[in-house]
């Protein structure tokens, strides 16, 4: 019977950076570096006050009231938005809505969109947050270029002890919303940018959109790009060139070349997909060496960490399959951690392809860029520790799946307001 070995390492959880001009400003905590130092971009950040809207049922007035106060001045640990993001709330335009139909909230949003806003919120009861209606909103208020959320009756009216923290999260999630840069990661200064690469299909199983995430090297959020639906593999393949190469040329025309380029591909991806990314770059004309990297999260591979009575991994575990093969726990146990017993955690299988250009020797610091871009998710300050490339595809596909009419991706996609903020989270 043969046997071999195969050797783990603990990947150190990163610092996070909170000034972009002030290389000190770096703290373990999201939320206490972003509470003392302010976000990455506060100095540059390019609105003195954020302008925002609020549509609700009218018999909430009171609920609604008491949201805005707390959201604007603080409750408990969370010190309100001013505070924490260093940057000021206009007064909230309310938009009351007396029956809670779909007739109704489109009016209000019909209304809404006739204004500059930065952001809307929209409140439903649990009951009325159908898809209907969740994609009546998503379609008509990102369709005219401005960013929203949309949050439950029920979540806002938790006790004080529950309502602290989601209102930290809302906060959070509505600054990256706008255009925000909450925090990085400390990485130092590197010629290089991520692309994450991905695909969701309509619920009718009829039509393909194919959309690209840009990060820096950093994990700081650039810019999202997508083209309209098509209807077949072949037309996605074609078009997935177009994609890549006009998405980078927009890249170019904000900033430097770059000079090296990483793709996580969270779909299986096949040959056909990786020649059209290849024949993309191969237009651009640049020098530029590139790593595609596929990131498995169905992975049939598990981690059992046998000296611990739970057999979960610590968090971080990486495992070298071969040179250009590992699998990562981007979850798993955590020390002085409360919550001991998490199961068994999947892990991402993480390959990078023949086809790259990169040096295989640089793969080792690629899986460690892979964990460390799990912990610049704004979507929360305790959101899960995935890696945006993968969450960000997630949310965007799950838009995408909830719009009645793909064909409204379209008038989403067209909007340049959105181009550079993180409007899906």
């Known amino acids: 019977m043969n046997s071999f070995s195969l050797y783990a390492e603990i990947l150190d959880a990163p610092l996070l950076r909170f000034n972009y001009a002030l290389p000190t400003a770096t703290s373990k905590s999201s939320f206490n570096g972003v509470s003392q130092f302010g976000p990455y971009d506060k100095d540059i950040f390019p609105k003195s006050e954020i302008k925002p809207v609020i549509i609700y049922p009218s018999i909430y007035e009171n609920e609604i009231k008491r949201f805005i106060e707390r959201f604007v001045h603080g409750l408990g640990v969370y010190p309100g938005f001013r505070r924490l993001f260093r940057v000021d709330v206009g007064e909230f335009e309310k938009y009351p809505v007396e029956a809670l139909t779909l007739n109704d909230y489109g009016k209000a949003l019909k209304k809404v969109v006739t204004k500059d806003y930065d952001i809307a919120f929209v409140i439903t009861e649990e009951e009325s947050r159908s898809p209907s209606l969740y994609s009546l909103i998503k379609t008509i208020?990102?369709?005219?270029?401005?960013?929203?959320?949309?949050?439950?009756?029920?979540?806002?009216?938790?006790?004080?002890?529950?309502?602290?923290?989601?209102?930290?999260?809302?906060?959070?999630?509505?600054?990256?919303?706008?255009?925000?840069?909450?925090?990085?990661?400390?990485?130092?200064?590197?010629?290089?940018?991520?692309?994450?690469?991905?695909?969701?299909?309509?619920?009718?199983?009829?039509?393909?959109?194919?959309?690209?995430?840009?990060?820096?090297?950093?994990?700081?959020?650039?810019?999202f790009y997508s083209k309209s639906p098509v209807a077949t593999w072949?037309?996605?393949?074609?078009?997935?060139?177009?994609?890549?190469?006009?998405?980078?040329?927009?890249?170019?025309?904000?900033?430097?070349?770059?000079?090296?380029?990483?793709?996580?591909?969270?779909?299986?991806?096949?040959?056909?997909?990786?020649?059209?990314?290849?024949?993309?770059?191969?237009?651009?004309?640049?020098?530029?060496?590139?790593?595609?990297?596929?990131?498995?999260?169905?992975?049939?591979?598990?981690?059992?960490?046998?000296?611990?009575?739970?057999?979960?991994?610590?968090?971080?575990?990486?495992?070298?399959?071969?040179?250009?093969?590992?699998?990562?726990?981007?979850?798993?146990?955590?020390?002085?951690?409360?919550?001991p017993y998490i199961g068994a955690p999947h892990v991402l299988e993480i390959t990078m392809d023949k086809e790259s250009t990169m040096d295989f020797k640089e793969f080792p610091r690629l899986v460690e860029q892979v964990y460390r871009f799990s912990y610049v998710n704004w979507r929360g300050f305790n959101a899960k520790t995935i890696p945006i490339t993968i969450n960000y595809s997630y949310l965007i596909a799950r838009l995408v799946s909830n719009l009645e009419d793909v064909n409204n991706w379209n008038t989403i996609i067209t909007n340049g307001k959105l181009i550079d903020k993180a409007w899906f989270l």
Not at 249 to 269: A, D, G, N, Q
């Open 141 to 223: 208020l990102l369709g005219n270029g401005i960013p929203c959320q949309v949050i439950r009756l029920a979540t806002i009216t938790k006790d004080d002890e529950q309502l602290q923290w989601i209102l930290g999260n809302i906060a959070l999630s509505s600054y990256a919303k706008v255009g925000g840069t909450p925090w990085v990661i400390e990485a130092g200064d590197k010629p290089e940018i991520v692309l994450g690469m991905s695909r969701a299909i309509d619920k009718s199983k009829k039509v393909i959109v194919g959309f690209t995430t840009i990060f820096k090297h950093n994990g700081d959020f650039l810019l």
């Open 234 to 339: 072949e037309d996605y393949q074609r078009s997935l060139e177009e994609l890549v190469y006009e998405a980078i040329i927009e890249y170019e025309r904000r900033s430097e070349p770059p000079r090296f380029l990483v793709f996580h591909f969270h779909k299986r991806t096949g040959r056909k997909e990786i020649e059209a990314v290849k024949r993309a770059i191969d237009r651009l004309g640049i020098d530029v060496k590139y790593a595609l990297l596929h990131l498995n999260s169905y992975s049939s591979y598990r981690i059992f960490d046998m000296s611990d009575f739970t057999y979960a991994p610590l968090i971080g575990m990486a495992v070298r399959l071969s040179s250009r093969q590992a699998i990562l726990a981007t979850d798993g146990r955590r020390l002085y951690s409360k919550r």
